[in-house]
């Protein structure tokens, strides 16, 4: 019992009702020009021009529900007078080729909609216009009878009647019993008329099956995003924290024995903390989803910075670059850019002493990448620097992997002989001719 009473004092009711309401007064101005062609055919019987006049006046309130500025506006009305949580409506991208060329498919982020998701607008608006009238006009005449039918209020008898129906209540206690059941029916129809709104509103308003598919695309996409931006962060702040580390060692050491070294470390640790910086400023523009400047861009052609900053931390660095790598451009040279720079980050931060080899080589089939550093927990500088135990993370090799997966490339990290660790990458993308 307290169930179905559930819904009297809540302000939702009545604010469902009154979205009922001004469904059936917006449709209102179109009456005029619905009944017009009944008008015009005065010769018909009047049945057939009421029928006509009703089709008219469907087919006007079904057109408007094709203009798509008008489903923004009911998903909104019914979220704040239905109380009703529906999403914001999502574009929906139409196959379109150019003339004579036939149908195109739909862009992989954007699904077609189907003909029934086109019409579920037109649909609603028909329904909320006919539950609109019939459920103002109900609980109109309701309360306006419960507020007639006692004597008292109207000195004389009172007679009620409607359709060829007709309500004579006694004097008394009786008129007053029927005023009351009167105003209860009103606030039944409220009820019914809001709940039947309500129930409606997620099925035609809420995301059509293409709609859905759109939001899940678009999910899909900014959970890759901000992979790949935390992928990007953990590249280039991890290294530049693991090279400004060994570098602040460095200067400190040799502060007092040779001013110039030490200089050109704290040279070196400026320069990457400020590459590190433009690129932190990008990500969390991104993540803040501002207008983010600019992409900073690191590529092929900026390791040998990346190796000098590494030689300011003692690190001895043996490169053996080989092919065009002038050529390798776009996606590929930014890809190969980041493995190496992960690869050394984990060269100096686990690596034992002795020199790091570095290979990259460029043929017509795509690139092969190398990172070799002795195994152990020592130093790789030439200066006796303790530089302690780097913590990790554990997302290094995992988040390299799946990057080189993405590309289709091949992986392979493990020992190389009894004292090394070699990293091994091929991208197989072909470098433009």
């Keep these: 019992m307290n169930r179905a009473f559930r819904p009297f004092p809540h302000g939702s009711t009545y604010s469902g009702a009154l979205f009922a309401f001004l469904g059936a007064t917006a449709s209102a101005p179109l009456l005029p020009l619905a009944v017009l ?24 309130i079904a057109g408007i529900g094709l203009v798509p500025a008008v489903r923004r506006v009911l998903i909104v009305s019914a979220r704040r007078l239905l109380k009703v949580p529906l999403p914001d409506p999502v574009p929906v991208r139409l196959p379109v080729g150019p003339p004579g060329a036939g149908p195109v498919p739909a862009a992989p982020d954007h699904a077609v909609p189907s003909g029934a998701d086109r019409l579920r607008t037109p649909a609603w608006l028909l329904l909320h216009v006919a539950l609109g009238w019939a459920g103002t006009l109900a609980s109109s005449v309701l309360f306006l009878m419960g507020l007639a039918l006692p004597e008292d209020w109207t000195g004389s008898d009172t007679e009620v009647a409607l359709l060829g129906w007709t309500l004579r209540p006694e004097r008394g206690w009786q008129s007053w019993v029927t005023a009351a059941v009167c105003v209860l029916l009103a606030v039944l129809v409220c009820v019914a008329t809001s709940g039947a709104l309500r129930w409606l509103a997620p099925r035609l308003l809420g995301p059509s099956a293409a709609e859905r598919l759109t939001l899940a695309a678009e999910r899909e996409r900014r959970l890759a995003e901000r992979n790949r931006l935390a992928h990007e962060l953990h590249d280039s702040i991890g ?24 200089r050109a470390a ?24 501002e207008k983010a400047e600019t992409a900073p ?28 790598l002038a050529q390798v451009q776009g996606t590929l040279s930014r890809a190969a850019y980041r493995i190496l720079q992960e690869g050394l980050t984990n060269a100096l931060r686990h690596g034992g002493g002795g020199p790091i080899q570095v290979e990259l080589s460029a043929a017509p089939d795509g690139l092969r990448l190398s990172v070799v550093n002795r195994i152990g927990h020592g130093t790789n500088t030439g200066a006796a620097v303790d530089r302690g135990v780097f913590p990790t993370s554990g997302h290094g090799l995992p988040g390299l ?33």
């Design 401 to 433: 992997a799946e990057r080189i997966r993405l590309l289709h490339g091949e992986f392979a990290a493990g020992p190389h002989g009894a004292e090394h660790w070699r990293l091994a990458v091929r991208l197989p993308v072909r470098v433009p001719a």
């Design 239 to 262: 290294h530049t924290l693991t090279a400004a580390t060994i570098q602040a060692a460095v200067a400190g050491e040799v502060l007092a024995a040779d001013p110039v070294a030490a």
């Design 37 to 60: 062609p009944a008008l015009l055919w005065g010769s018909a019987p009047y049945g057939v021009r009421a029928a006509l006049a009703l089709l008219v006046w469907a087919a006007l």
């Design 266 to 289: 704290l040279h070196s640790i400026e320069e990457s903390t400020r590459a590190a910086l433009e690129d932190l400023d990008y990500v969390l523009g991104v993540l803040r989803e």
């Design 297 to 324: 861009v690191r590529t092929l052609a900026d390791l040998p910075e990346l190796l000098d900053r590494l030689r300011h931390t003692g690190a001895r660095i043996e490169p053996d670059l080989t092919g065009d």
